[in-house]
């Protein structure tokens, strides 16, 4: 082993830079000088040094490898420590919220979970009665429309079926030649609608037709009394004073047919029920007036 030693000490001394060619010649050289020892290059003591210099790297090394398993378990064990305060914190902080909550509930009368329970129940019944009545309330309104709507359509159905009943009659009357026969068509005609003032004016021309001026004078003055400024109403009753021999009304009546409506003064001149007022110089006056 002291050789080896000594053969790599020589190594070591050896100049760094040497030529190819002399590399031979200098291990031949150091295995001549090797084979001359007669004694050790060094001492034990040399050996013991260094044998201890590697024994106390060796427990340096394991001393720092110790040092820094110790510090990561420091370390571990100091998040540890947060995780576990950071927890205790909190629950601690979450009874002392529960705490308040319960004191402030305490001081504002609500002395146990049973008041809340009853209180709430309570307020949600009430605002359930009120949405309830406020619904009612406006249910009824809308039955209260519904029923008024049903009410309107109902009279208007009904006034629509009187409406096509008397647009028949009046069909009927139409057709009809006799003055008989329209005058029970236009009675019809009045039973649904009374104060029908066309039937009660038509009417009173189909009785003048039968020779009852009397009757027709009735019959325009109820007319008039519905509507007085019925044209037709007043011309009638201009006919039936003629045919009754009372020109100065009848010719009141005709003025004021005229003025409604100016061509009766044309049907005037050619209304056989008129004759008698044709020599008359106010008719003629009035009728030339108006043409």
């Known amino acids: ?111 146990s979970i049973r008041d809340i329970k009853d209180r709430v129940h309570s307020l949600a019944d009430e605002e359930i009665s009120k949405v309830v009545a406020e619904y009612e309330n406006r249910l009824a309104a809308i039955e209260a429309q519904l029923q008024q709507k049903t009410l309107h359509i109902e009279e208007n159905r009904e006034e629509i079926e009187l409406t096509q009943q008397v647009q028949s009659l009046w069909l009927r009357a139409q057709q009809d030649s006799s003055p008989a026969g329209k005058i029970a068509v236009y009675n019809q005609i009045l039973k649904i609608k009374p104060a029908d003032c066309e039937a009660l004016t038509y009417k009173a021309d189909a009785v003048l037709e039968l020779g009852e001026p009397q009757w027709a004078i009735d019959l325009c003055h109820r007319a008039l009394e519905i509507t007085p400024d019925n044209g037709f109403a007043h011309y009638q009753l201009a006919c039936s004073y003629a045919q009754l021999a009372m020109p100065d009304e009848a010719l009141v009546s005709l003025a004021r047919a005229i003025s409604i409506r100016g061509l009766y003064a044309k049907e005037a001149c050619e209304d056989p029920a008129l004759q008698p007022l044709k020599d008359r110089e106010e008719f003629i006056a009035m009728v030339q007036g108006a043409v």
């Open 1 to 111: 082993m002291s050789r080896l030693l000594a053969c790599f000490i020589c190594l070591m001394v050896a100049p760094p830079v040497c030529r190819a060619a002399d590399v031979p010649s200098e291990e031949k050289r150091a295995e001549a000088v090797v084979s001359e020892l007669n004694a050790p290059l060094y001492t034990p003591f040399i050996e013991r040094y260094v044998l201890d210099e590697l024994k106390s790297l060796r427990t340096e090394q394991a001393a720092t490898k110790q040092e820094l398993l110790q510090k990561i378990l420091d370390r571990e064990h100091s998040s540890v420590d947060r995780a576990v305060r950071y927890a205790t914190d909190t629950v601690t902080y979450f009874f002392y919220l529960i705490a308040g909550v319960s004191s402030v509930l305490v001081l504002a009368g609500w002395t």
